[in-house]
Structure formats: structure tokens, C-alpha cells
């Protein structure tokens, strides 16, 4: 079997499609939602944002955005695993056997596991028969050693045995609208129920379990956190004051951004610094940004609906017999075929040891905007494995600020490896809190064929480049600064497309019959562009440039074709010829588009002005959703 270059040398890590890379950018997350199910959860409303709606309780707010987020967990983290409890309610279910905690679940399901459809389903619905199969009561009331929280908190912490601290993120999130749990109960009761609760919680986070707080305030009455939960959950000074509006945008985060693919910060690997000869310390690696991509197609079989599984085999061409032996595959060179066995080919392709190896320092001045091609990775030290990691990195991170310069590092994976540019980053604090942490961005320095040249315009040496004057610089500045978007960030803006398909694909598992509204939030602002000030700075900037006698319908748009564009132009053309070849519905129909060559199918994509990139499954994928299959 000849060698395909470009196959035994891909890079599997820079692949989105990669499964194996998927399941590795970051750590498992098991969360436990504990809802208050007392009476009062029940009883007090608040009212709908919405004229035609009804108000809704506390109760169902903190359903609503529970039902929210494990919908938009699907998408985001699919492989995380989530469970609902549910306190102060008159049934238990829990495998504690412990009064007034009810773990709510569906069958063929595990207490903390995947969401599933059916799992959501029968939580939306779960309001219809809470009160007849579950039951809602004070859980904490005088006269009675009966503590719920304190079992509440008992059984999360059993429930989050699964897994490693180190490998999964522990989480236990509390929605309730009653500050002061023990607030019934007097004396030394009191103080003793709310010690044992505070110490059951303490022993959760010394196992590695991190408890956050949900609270719903009433209308004529904020929560005070300061009566219990602040001790609970660790709170002191600024973050304590910084609490209660930081939960009110949490809240709204979970109700309001549905399936916005962002990924937390979290580790998505550790690495092996090498400062200098013998000198190695740990980092961890953060991707602040991923690019987020359609999942890959999954092939079932028509009778059983199973995922196919796909085996290759090989034939002998002479003897046409079945070959046992695994092949080798070969190059050929001077006339000679050069065998190479399967595991020879993994030891050519592991050109680096995935470590980061310091190189040296240039001044920050040598790196350009235009190196920066992908996202960077954050990098922050860890003492966990290897003691001292931190104060090296401190010492290097300051250095580097104080002589303005950054490192140049070399970094690979087991099949890709380039030079990375360290850059160290200052903690910036404003009086909310840490607004960017201390530490170094890597980024991937480019190779010389990534960097495209700008396209000569000008190509005549006699034409006069056009220069912009001093006043149309100045109108410019204006308008530029008129529709300037203040506090943009990436996060604020949703791939439309990508939330359709997420929309539809909710609908079809969840069998709904309307999809759920989707705003595109790439459309221009009209209203805002149609302001007078906008219009006014619009209109100055056209003056300075065009003149007073411009005439938009007499522009013509006459300008020199450049030879990039006649031979996109070209291509295009040729397509489109070759693509009216194909009976693309029928090859569609009896499911051969999969038979056809990759150059086959980019006929059809380039004819309809679609784009080519991706696996071959990418490119059927394109096509049969453009012919609305």
C-alpha cells in the first residue's frame, strides 16, 4: 500500500472533528442541582417578564433554569453527568435513605448521569405530579432533630464519589429562597443543627466538591446571605459584598443563554515547562476560545437504527484470499520500494514529546499582530506534581514584564510541532474583583507559507497610490467612533446556524411541535444605524470622499480584475460544467454520495458557492443540507 503523505503526517490534534481531543480539552464536570422544595418555594411569585404570561414561583424559576441549562449542557459538555435532588419534601429517594431528600430520575438512568431527552422531558413536566408523588413540607422545624440540608448535603457529597478530583469537576449548586434555614429553631438546637450542617459542607469541599449558591429574593425583601449561607459556602469580605449581584446575573445567564457553546476555563492539559537544562517546572493549559463546530455524522443501519460499525479488510489482488497479516505500507525510492510497518509509521509521526522547551527572549516589538493566526492558550503554573512551579514562573513572569520582552518556546504534539511565543500577561483588579488573572498566552507562531502576502492593487509603477487627506481621516475617526460597539466581547454574539441546529435537534428529541424562537444576534442594528447622529457622521464621511456630486446609481463599480479573481472565476466556472454531470438527487436518494472522490463532491459545493474545507463527512454533510435533505 503506497504512503499518502498528507495522511501519515495530519495533525490529529488541530483536527475539531477529533473525538479523542474532545473528550480531553478539559475535565469532566459532575454537578448536583439542590432545589428547595419547601412550601414557601411554592408560595411566593414574582412577576413575569412577560404581560401575557403568568407569574411564576420560585419553585419554577429554579426548575426553568435548570431545564435550561442541561439543554444547553448537550451541547456544550455532552459528556458531563448532572442529577436533580430535591429537599424539604414529604417523599425521600435517595440510597441513604434519607427523610425529605428526593433524587429525581427516570429509568435506565443512573442518579448522576448524562441528561437524556426522556430525563427532561419528565422534568418539564414535573410540576403536574410534585405535589402527588413527591410532596413539598418544612423539612427544619422546632421540636424536631430532623435536618434536611444537613441530608440534602449528605447525599450530594455520596453522589459525587464517581470519579477523581483531579479528573472531574465537582460542583453542588443550591437554589433556595430561605436565608436562614434554622431560623424556626432556638436555643442550642440551633446551634448545634447549623455546626453539624456547616461541618458536612466543609468536609464536601475538603474532598474536593465546590457548593455555590442560587438565591431567590422575594420582592419586599432581598436574601441576606450573611444569616448562614456566607459561612456555607466561604464567603469574607469583598466577595461577600460582591455576592448578591454576581448571583442575580448567574440566574439570568442560566434562564436566558440557551445553547451558547462556551466553555469554561478549565484544564486542558498539564505540561512539562523546560526552563533550562534540569530545570523543568508544571503548567496547566487553558483554552479561553474553541472554535465550535457541527458534530460529526453518525451512520445507522436501516433496519436496526444501530450506529454502523466500520471494518476494513484487505485482498490479496493476485490470489483475491483474505490477508491476516496486518499490511505495511511503502515509499517508493530510487526505484525501491521502502516497507514500513504500522508501528514504524507512529514512531515517524512522534516528532515531539508534547513538552514546551524555553528557547529564548526576543522584545515584544518583533511580535506582530499577524502572528497571532489562532486562538492563544492560556498557561498558569501548579505546584501539584512538581514543588516550586510556581515561584520559577513568578520569577520569569516578572522578569519578563520589567524587560518588556517575551519567550520563544518550542511545542509539540506527538505529530505537530512549531515555535510558540510566551506572553507574559499583568493581573489587572478593579473594585469588583480580578478582571484578568496573572500569567502567559502561548501563542502559536506561524510557519512562512501561513502568512499570505497582501494582493498588489497598484500594479502599474506610474499610477498614484490615493492617499487619504487629513479631513476625510477625521470624518472616518467620527463615524468609526459613532458606531463603535462599547464592552464588545466574542461571547456576546451566538452563531445563528449553529443554534438552529441545536433548536432542531432540542425539538426532535424533546418532540416538540413549535421551535423554540431563535434571535439572530449578526443582524445589523438598523434602529441604532438609522439614529441621526449615525446618519449625520455617515453622510460627512461620503462628502469628504466622494464630493458634493457623487451619485450612488451612476457608480458603475468599474475596477481592474485582478488574475487572483480570474482564476477564482475560472475554477468557478468549471465546476459548475462538471457538476451538471452528477444526478446529485439520486446520488442523494441511494445514499452514493459517499462513493464519489472528495474532488468529486467539491464540484457540487464550488457550483453553489459553498464552502469546501473539512473531512469528506463534512462535505455530504454541506450538500445534503443544502438540498434540504
Not at 441530608?151 to 460542583?171: E, F, I, M, P, Y
Not at 429574593?217 to 466561604?234: T, V
Not at 449581584?245 to 512539562?272: H, I, S
Request: aromatic share 8%; with cysteine; charged share 30%.
Amino acid at each position: 500500500m503506497e504512503l499518502d503523505p498528507d495522511d501519515v503526517f495530519r495533525d490529529d490534534d488541530d483536527d475539531p472533528e477529533n473525538e479523542a481531543l474532545r473528550q480531553r480539552a478539559s475535565s469532566k464536570e459532575l454537578m448536583v442541582y439542590l432545589v428547595d422544595a419547601s412550601p414557601k418555594m411554592f408560595s411566593t411569585k414574582c412577576p413575569s417578564e412577560q404581560e401575557d404570561q403568568k407569574d411564576e414561583s420560585h419553585f419554577q424559576i429554579a426548575i426553568s433554569c435548570v431545564l435550561e441549562s442541561l439543554k444547553t449542557q448537550i451541547i456544550n459538555r455532552s459528556y458531563d453527568e448532572v442529577a436533580v435532588c430535591f429537599f424539604n419534601t414529604r417523599e425521600k429517594k435517595n440510597l441513604q435513605d434519607l427523610n425529605s431528600v428526593f433524587v429525581f430520575n427516570v429509568a435506565d438512568r443512573e442518579f448522576l448521569d448524562r441528561p437524556t431527552a426522556k430525563f427532561i422531558k419528565e422534568l418539564s413536566r414535573l410540576e403536574e405530579f410534585f405535589m402527588k408523588e413527591i410532596g413539598s413540607q418544612y423539612g427544619i422545624v422546632s421540636g424536631s432533630r430532623e435536618n434536611s440540608l444537613y441530608n440534602a448535603l449528605w447525599v450530594a457529597q455520596a453522589l459525587l464519589r464517581k470519579g477523581s478530583a483531579k479528573t472531574a469537576d465537582k460542583r453542588v449548586l443550591i437554589f433556595t429562597d430561605e436565608d436562614d434555614p434554622f431560623g424556626n429553631i432556638k436555643g442550642g438546637a440551633k446551634a448545634d443543627m447549623t455546626r453539624t450542617t456547616l461541618q458536612r459542607a466543609k468536609d464536601a469541599q475538603d474532598l474536593g466538591i465546590s457548593i455555590e449558591l442560587l438565591p431567590l429574593s422575594q420582592l419586599e425583601r432581598e436574601f441576606n446571605i450573611s444569616l448562614f449561607y456566607a459561612d456555607l459556602i466561604g464567603l469574607q469580605g469583598e466577595d461577600l459584598a460582591q455576592f448578591m449581584p454576581a448571583a442575580g446575573e448567574r440566574m439570568e445567564d442560566m434562564k436566558y443563554q440557551l445553547r451558547k457553546r462556551m466553555f469554561k476555563k478549565r484544564v486542558v492539559r498539564k505540561l512539562t515547562f523546560s526552563v533550562a537544562n534540569g530545570v523543568s517546572i508544571e503548567v496547566h493549559t487553558y483554552a479561553f476560545i474553541r472554535p465550535t463546530v457541527l458534530g460529526s455524522i453518525t451512520w445507522l443501519d436501516s433496519v436496526t437504527n444501530q450506529p454502523i460499525k466500520i471494518e476494513r479488510s484487505f485482498v490479496c489482488a493476485d490470489t483475491g484470499a483474505l490477508m491476516q497479516e496486518p499490511p505495511k505500507r511503502f515509499q517508493t525510492y530510487k526505484n525501491q520500494n521502502v516497507k514500513f510497518s504500522v508501528e514504524e509509521l507512529s514512531e515517524i509521526k512522534r516528532v515531539s514529546t508534547g513538552q514546551l522547551r524555553l528557547l529564548g527572549f526576543k522584545p515584544l516589538s518583533c511580535l506582530k499582530d499577524y502572528h497571532n493566526l489562532r486562538p492563544s492558550t492560556f498557561i498558569f503554573p501548579s505546584d501539584e506534581e512538581v514543588i516550586g512551579s510556581t515561584r520559577i514562573f513568578i520569577a520569569l513572569h516578572r522578569s519578563m514584564i520589567r524587560l518588556n520582552r517575551f519567550a520563544v518556546a518550542f511545542f509539540g504534539t506527538s505529530s505537530h510541532s512549531q515555535l510558540v511565543a510566551l506572553v507574559a500577561q499583568e493581573e489587572i483588579i478593579d473594585s469588583g474583583g480580578q478582571v484578568e488573572p496573572p500569567g502567559m498566552h502561548m501563542i502559536y507562531l506561524p510557519y512562512s507559507d501561513d502568512i499570505r502576502h497582501a494582493e498588489e492593487l497598484h500594479s502599474t509603477t506610474n499610477a498614484a497610490v490615493p492617499r487619504a487627506n487629513e479631513d476625510q481621516i477625521k470624518k472616518a475617526a467620527a463615524l468609526i467612533k459613532r458606531i463603535d460597539l462599547k464592552d464588545f466581547s466574542v461571547y456576546q454574539f451566538a452563531n445563528p446556524g449553529l443554534q438552529r441546529h441545536y433548536a432542531i435537534l432540542q425539538a426532535l428529541a424533546l418532540e416538540e411541535d413549535d421551535l423554540p424562537e431563535i434571535k439572530d444576534e449578526t443582524v445589523p442594528d438598523e434602529e441604532g444605524l438609522a439614529r441621526p447622529g449615525v446618519v449625520n457622521a455617515i453622510e460627512e464621511f461620503k462628502l469628504s470622499v466622494y464630493g458634493d456630486k457623487y451619485d450612488e446609481s451612476d457608480n458603475t463599480g468599474h475596477k481592474k480584475v485582478s488574475e487572483a479573481s480570474k482564476k477564482r472565476k475560472a475554477l468557478a466556472d468549471g465546476a459548475v460544467q462538471k457538476s451538471a454531470q452528477y444526478n446529485w438527487d439520486a446520488l442523494a436518494d441511494s445514499r452514493k454520495l459517499k462513493d464519489l472522490t472528495v474532488v468529486e463532491l467539491k464540484f457540487y459545493l464550488t457550483a453553489h458557492d459553498l464552502p469546501v474545507s473539512g473531512k469528506k463527512e463534512d462535505l455530504i454533510k454541506r450538500i445534503l443540507t443544502h438540498m434540504g435533505r
